[in-house]
T-cell receptor, first 117, second 114 residues
Framework: KAGVTQTPRYLIKTRGQQVTLSCSPI?????VSWYQQTPGQGLQFLFE???????NKGNFPGRFSGRQFSNSRSEMNVSTLELGDSALYLC????????????????FGEGSRLTVL | EDKVVQSPLSLVVHEGDTVTLNCSYE??????LLWYKQEKKAPTFLFML????IEKKSGRLSSILDKKELSSILNITATQTGDSAIYLC??????????????FGQGTILTVHP
């Protein structure tokens, strides 16, 4: 069974540009979450999607946006890039959103490493 | 706002040593506490501890939840070089019922020398 796939794996952008990152969850998983990981702040929650609806949003500016498609694939977009947006962006999927069957386990992808110059 | 603090931030040991990693939390409505291991890029799930399951064990790894002290420990016995990783502690969104929104601690970087 294929794991969570994130593309691109590495990318370099300049300040002011925008970027779109893609995440394909494990087949059958309908819940997708995004996290930003930096050495200073650690792992910080960005968004959570289930059935094409954003269920939760973290404390990030409006430049950060996302969406989920009917096949559960998700994208996140960062506009007007700043140097501080340089980070590893991790996507995680889960078969459940809520309910007693939820084990709490998230399956993470390898991430997209964004460098902003 | 939920808060998770881990200690120590880094730890260097030799193979065969036993280590204890700490995690303390502040949440408005505790549901569970999770431990993840991050070796290179993708964190992988280790344990989930709840009020009804305060102790978990898997091989050389074990974890205990202390709800009174609002903390948890992760023990690794007979460490191996393959245990070198970042160990992350997290709590799920207090106001919801899903586990997609987690608040993570800073992580403990464990280095095991041969």
């Amino acid at each position: 069974k294929a794991g969570v796939t994130q593309t691109p794996r590495y990318l370099i952008k300049t300040r002011g540009q925008q970027v779109t990152l893609s995440c394909s969850p494990i087949s059958g998983h309908r819940s997708v979450s995004w996290y930003q990981q930096t050495p200073g702040q650690g792992l910080q929650f960005l968004f959570e999607y289930f059935s094409e609806t954003q269920r939760n949003k973290g404390n990030f500016p409006g430049r950060f946006s996302g969406r989920q498609f009917s096949n559960s694939r998700s994208e996140m977009n960062v506009s007007t890039l700043e140097l501080g947006d340089s980070a590893l962006y991790l996507c995680a999927s889960s078969p459940y959103h809520e309910g007693p069957s939820n084990t709490g386990e998230l399956f993470f992808g390898e991430g997209s490493r964004l460098t902003v110059l | 706002e939920d808060k998770v603090v881990q200690s120590p931030l880094s730890l260097v040991v030799h193979e065969g040593d036993t280590v204890t990693l700490n995690c303390s939390y502040e949440v408005t409505n505790f549901r569970s506490l999770l431990w993840y291991k991050q070796e290179k890029k993708a964190p992988t799930f280790l344990f989930m501890l709840t009020s009804s399951g305060i102790e978990k064990k898997s091989g050389r790894l074990s974890s205990i939840l202390d709800k009174k002290e609002l903390s948890s420990i992760l023990n690794i016995t007979a460490t191996q070089t393959g245990d070198s990783a970042i160990y992350l502690c997290a709590v799920p969104n207090a106001g919801g019922t899903s586990y997609g929104k987690l608040t993570f601690g800073q992580g403990t970087i464990l280095t095991v020398h041969p």
